[in-house]
């Protein structure tokens, strides 16, 4: 597919979700940015301000089956991704799928199940597969997981771990509306349930056709030295106590890709990586005496995009 006809693609979809969500333009961009670089999302705020709206209003844009699992803390693995259950009439165990077989798998408060119930997204997540005693089942195509959690309610929580934190290609945080947004927010859920009239515009076949073309975007030398630069960064600065991985750093590189498509390019600009650094690195680096701490995080991604010489063109 051509970067013009992903960049109308995108653009339909986060015009379809705008209907729902107001004023969160960028937000939405980063998304459709993440679907198709086939990476997973993490949203995280407060009660209320719209996370499990906009994973719902997104899982409808893009079509495809939808499941959703409300995570709490007596969730067994088993409830995600199956189980085999002995069928008298065949005389033999057949393999139930669980609710991750689908397209999208909205994971609603996450950090409520206990961590054996997590781990049991890590191979979901990174092989798109399921194993179970021995047999392992391919996950459908496209695969997306998208996680919501609460930062500040720490009771009855259960921290994601690194492993599964860096799994995921972006932790965004919807925010609070501006005055202006927040009145329109009013006006629109005023006498109407616009995620119930919302219709999907796109199809998984047109979703996979946009991931496929992927590799096509152009990343120079010089802009794949940046992207090394920033991720060596985080991990010698002193106040890093683990900085981003090999895989976050490939992660910044494919988003960039997604994002430069997304804007019909065909290739990548620093611009792209400056834009995606923060929600993709910043929930990889564990700053030294502040775990959990995600502006002290952040401070070290924005402290690395200053540091380090943007690339510029050479002639």
């Known amino acids: 597919m051509q970067p013009d006809r992903i960049a109308v693609l995108a653009g339909r979809i986060v015009e379809n979700i705008s209907r729902v969500i107001v004023g969160k333009e960028e937000m939405l961009t980063l998304m459709v940015t993440a679907v198709l670089a086939r990476g997973h999302i993490l949203l995280e705020d407060v009660p209320g301000t719209g996370k499990t709206v906009t994973a719902r209003s997104l899982a409808r844009s893009l079509g495809g089956k939808f499941s959703r699992i409300q995570f709490t803390p007596d969730l067994l693995p088993a409830d995600i991704t199956g189980t085999r259950v002995y069928r008298q009439d065949e005389g033999e165990f057949v393999f139930h799928a669980g609710p991750v077989f689908a397209n999208i798998l909205l994971a609603d408060e996450i950090n409520r199940a206990t961590p054996r119930t997590q781990s049991a997204l890590l191979e979901c997540m990174e092989e798109r597969q399921v194993t179970e005693s021995g047999v392992t089942h391919a996950l459908p195509e496209p695969f997306l997981v998208l996680a919501t959690q609460n930062p500040v309610e720490t009771q009855g929580t259960f921290p994601l771990p690194e492993a599964q934190l860096d799994r995921f290609l972006m932790r965004l945080t919807p925010g609070w509306p501006e005055t202006a947004d927040a009145l329109r927010i009013l006006e629109r859920f005023l006498k109407d349930e616009p995620l119930q009239t919302l219709q999907s515009v796109t ?54 890709q997604a994002l430069a498509l997304v804007q019909g390019r065909g290739f990548v600009i620093p611009d792209d990586v400056q834009r995606l650094a923060v929600p993709v690195l910043a929930h990889r680096v564990i700053p030294r005496g502040l775990y959990g701490r995600s502006d002290a995080s952040q401070k070290i991604i924005r402290d690395a995009l200053a540091a380090v010489p943007v690339p510029t063109e050479r002639r």
């Open 203 to 256: 199809t998984c076949e047109e979703i996979r056709e946009a991931q496929q073309s992927l590799p096509q975007c152009e990343v120079s030398e010089a802009v794949r030295e940046y992207i090394v630069a920033l991720c060596e960064f985080t991990r010698k600065d002193e106040r890093s106590q683990l900085g981003v991985s090999p895989r976050g750093m490939l992660a910044l590189m494919r988003a960039a």
